[in-house]
């Protein structure tokens, strides 16, 4: 069974940056395509942004440009570099295989972007 902890989240201003951090257990991390997903209050979960080795990284179009994801899978962790943050960044974060999680949902970590 492969569980996912996020952190890194927190309260930042409009404009400002945050990186969250995705500590993997489990031995085969390295095999897996690894994405952030969000959600907003009332909101389905979406996926942000993914990685894998075959065609690198990927964005959804809100945060192209904006956000960064990379891993280390000798560490198994995944990270989030999210930069030129706005409001409507607010979410909790998830970390999960993608582009569909495979596994259960951790209990994310919190971003709150104010205006």
């Known amino acids: 069974q492969v569980q996912f902890v996020e952190s890194g989240g927190g309260l930042v201003q409009s404009g400002g940056s945050l990186t969250l951090s995705c500590a993997v257990s489990?031995?085969?991390?390295?095999?897996?395509?690894m994405g952030w997903f969000r959600q907003a209050p009332g909101e389905q979960r979406d996926l942000v942004a993914w990685?894998?080795?075959?065609?690198?990284?990927n964005y959804a179009g809100s945060v192209k440009g904006r956000f960064t994801i990379s891993r280390d899978n000798a560490k198994n962790r995944a990270y989030l570099q999210m930069n030129s943050l706005k409001p409507e960044d607010t979410a909790v974060y998830y970390c999960?295989?993608?582009?569909?999680?495979?596994?259960?949902w951790g209990q994310g970590t919190q971003v709150t972007v104010s205006s």
């Open positions: 489990g031995n085969s991390f390295g095999l897996y395509s």
């Open positions: 990685i894998n080795s075959v065609d690198g990284s």
């Open positions: 999960n295989t993608a582009p569909h999680n495979l596994f259960d």
